[in-house]
T-cell receptor
Framework: DQQVKQNSPSLSVQEGRISILNCDYTNSMFDYFLWYKKYPAEGPTFLISISSIKDKNEDGRFTVFLNKSAKHLSLHIVPSQPGDSAVYFCAAISGGGADGLTFGKGTHLIIQP | DAEITQSPRHKITETGRQVTLACHQTWNHNNMFWYRQDLGHGLRLIHYSYGVQDTNKGEVSDGYSVSRSNTEDLPLTLESAASSQTSVYFC???????????FGPGTRLTVT
């Protein structure tokens, strides 16, 4: 049973517009959520995170929103740039931070000029 | 600069062979992890370690083993490689109280 779900395998957005990537989770024990960005032939790189006690975290062009009642989080990228084209993974963790991450399957974001 | 490295970057091996993938980090992190990435599955946790002499099984640990003899290294061993273990393997590390994990560049393993 998949505990972290990214239901959109791909997303195409025009340069300069807003990109919204969605993620749903089923495990109520998750207390921290992260977004990772991955380019081909490279390891994932940490992008932004949010604690379950917050509903929003912002870092430059990237904002993550958390709706605990709906078990849903989203990543907003504004404005979208060509370098944002990558696979984005939503991940969740519980148990104090020392355990492994539970990842979604990823969403391939394509920024069109 | 601190980093996490993996070797080899590419490996082709035959079914039944023992294979060891290396992971080395200079962050001085206590926690280290191994994941595999497959199409349609995202990244899945294989094994992890909280510190020297500590190892724990993850979601997909069957057929894999790890050992932690020092802080910097967590080698992953496939005791008898199977075609189902063809995948891209990522090592990661994190500090004692950190949620963020830092990933290596990956090892692409092909089992023929």
């Amino acid at each position: 049973d998949q505990q972290v779900k990214q239901n959109s395998p791909s997303l195409s957005v025009q340069e300069g517009r807003i990109s919204i990537l969605n993620c749903d989770y089923t495990n109520s024990m998750f207390d921290y959520f992260l977004w990772y960005k991955k380019y081909p032939a490279e390891g994932p790189t940490f992008l932004i995170s949010i604690s379950s006690i917050k509903d929003k975290n912002e870092d430059g062009r990237f904002t993550v929103f958390l709706n605990k009642s709906a078990k849903h989080l989203s990543l907003h990228i504004v404005p979208s740039q060509p370098g944002d084209s990558a696979v984005y993974f939503c991940a969740a963790i519980s148990g104090g931070g020392a355990d492994g991450l539970t990842f979604g399957k990823g969403t391939h974001l394509i920024i069109q000029p | 600069d601190a980093e996490i490295t993996q070797s080899p970057r590419h490996k082709i091996t035959e079914t039944g062979r023992q294979v060891t993938l290396a992971c080395h980090q200079t962050w001085n992190h206590n926690n280290m992890f191994w994941y595999r990435q497959d199409l349609g599955h995202g990244l899945r946790l294989i094994h992890y370690s909280y510190g020297v002499q500590d190892t724990n099984k993850g979601e997909v640990s069957d057929g894999y083993s790890v050992s932690r003899s020092n802080t910097e290294d967590l080698p992953l061993t496939l005791e008898s490689a199977a075609s189902s273990q063809t995948s891209v393997y990522f090592c990661a590390s994190s500090g004692r109280l950190d949620y963020e994990q830092y990933f290596g560049p990956g090892t692409r393993l092909t089992v023929t």
